[in-house]
């Protein structure tokens, strides 16, 4: 079969982590030769992961991908034998909705990131709609039984050959840092929301007996505390999407928020703390636990993780040196790593969609 076209759709809610997966996967789709437009209704948000966007223009190309104003795509004629991806249930615009009927279309609604064990039955199911076009879930996931996780072919081999470098030169070179850290330092990736015990991981961080370089992109958190004991906290420059992956390479442990950023570190096989987006009546607690439950992590590190969605200072404080002390800190690393590269034995998330559309059109 030819060429699929892909329009998907974004509506930013949390912040960079929408804009993130949606402009990653329309990537994907366009690097596995389909054609792909993406149509964004906070392009200013999308610019500061990809800072060659022009968020003044209807449209352009960037990377193989047509992204468009959310606005225009009221006029715009939906893609002819072509797949329609709703992310995240963003609603489509009408206009657009109704010009789907009799162009032999196929709807996804791509689903947020979930490790709970019902997304397993959801993945694939068709959504009857009014206006005759066939709908279905899809649902990225950490099993074989769902969508997967984005992941570019040549991921891991990039990352062999840049931890074959010097640490030092790598992080100068993304962040303009003027010195490396100590050899002995612990280097970390601090991307949080605003309400992160940040405080108690401080105090934690201090108290340690070895250099600590936490690394904030963006200006410094107003609730972190001054730098006291070995703890140097350093803001950085806000680094593209494309060269994202490269700083969570530098880092033995990555601290990182919403969806795109868990998987790239995830990818990255160092340990990670992962802060989810909270939800009314802490719906994200029960994520949290379905995720924990997947990434087997030791149970000093699955304890830090806890406390820091709770937020608690306290706990933070008694977790992170329970964490980083021996055996559960090679426990937590080997784990790690093994983790990824089971994941990375599975289809990617990109692959899975194309493949999964290729199906439907041949038997319909």
Same mark, same amino acid.
């Given at each position: *079969?030819s ?6 759709f ?13 402009w ?24 500061? $992961?990809?800072?060659? $966007?022009?968020?003044r ?26 797949v329609?991806?709703e992310? +995240? ?10 010009? *789907? ?11 947020y ?23 279905? +879930? ?8 769902t ?18 470098r010097?640490?030092?030169e ?10 490396? &850290? ?6 970390m ?7 992160a015990?940040?405080a108690?991981?401080?105090?934690? $961080?201090?108290?340690l ?11 410094? &958190? ?7 004991g070995g ?8 680094? &593209? ?11 033995d442990l ?14 990255a096989g ?10 009314a ?6 994520k949290?636990?379905?995720w ?11 304890g ?5 969605n ?5 706990a ?13 800190w ?7 790593r093994?983790w ?17 559309? *290729?199906r ?5």
């Amino acid at each position: *079969m030819s060429a699929l076209s892909f329009d998907l759709f974004c509506r930013v809610v949390d912040n960079f982590g929408d804009a993130g997966v949606c402009w990653r996967l329309a990537r994907r789709l366009a690097a596995l030769g389909q054609s792909a437009r993406l149509w964004i209704d906070r392009p200013e948000i999308l610019a500061r $992961l990809l800072p060659a $966007l022009d968020v003044r223009a209807d449209e352009q190309v960037l990377d193989g991908v047509r992204i468009g104003a959310w606005h225009r795509a009221e006029h715009a004629a939906p893609p002819r034998g072509g797949v329609v991806v709703e992310t +995240f249930a963003c609603a489509l615009p009408p206009a657009y909705e109704a010009a *789907m009927a009799g162009r032999d279309c196929l709807w996804i609604n791509l689903e947020y990131l979930s490790a709970e064990s019902w997304v397993e039955g959801c993945h694939g199911l068709p959504s009857p709609q009014a206006n005759g076009v066939p709908k279905f +879930f899809f649902f990225p996931g950490f099993t074989p039984a769902t969508g997967g996780l984005l992941r570019e072919p040549d991921l891991l081999a990039r990352q062999d050959a840049a931890r074959a470098r010097d640490r030092g030169e790598r992080l100068r070179a993304l962040t303009g840092l003027p010195a490396a &850290p100590p050899a002995d330092a612990l280097c970390m990736l601090l991307f949080c929301y605003p309400d992160a015990p940040l405080a108690g991981l401080c105090a934690a $961080l201090a108290g340690l007996d070895r250099p600590v370089w936490l690394l904030v992109p963006g200006a410094r &958190p107003p609730a972190a505390p001054p730098d006291r004991g070995g703890l140097r906290l350093l803001s950085i420059p806000f680094v &593209p999407q494309a060269r994202f992956d490269e700083l969570l390479w530098c880092c033995d442990l990555n601290f990182v928020r919403g969806e795109d950023s868990l998987v790239r570190a995830i990818w990255a096989g160092a340990p990670l703390v992962w802060q989810l987006y909270r939800q009314a009546e802490d719906a994200h607690l029960d994520k949290l636990e379905a995720w924990l439950d997947r990434a087997r992590w030791p149970a000093p590190a699955a304890g830090l993780i806890r406390a820091w969605n709770r937020p608690d200072d306290e706990a933070v404080a008694r977790a992170l040196p329970a964490a980083l002390r021996e055996p559960a800190w090679s426990d937590w690393r080997a784990r790690s790593r093994a983790w990824r590269d089971e994941l990375a034995g599975q289809a990617d998330l990109g692959q899975d969609l194309l493949d999964f559309c *290729m199906r439907r059109h041949q038997t319909r």
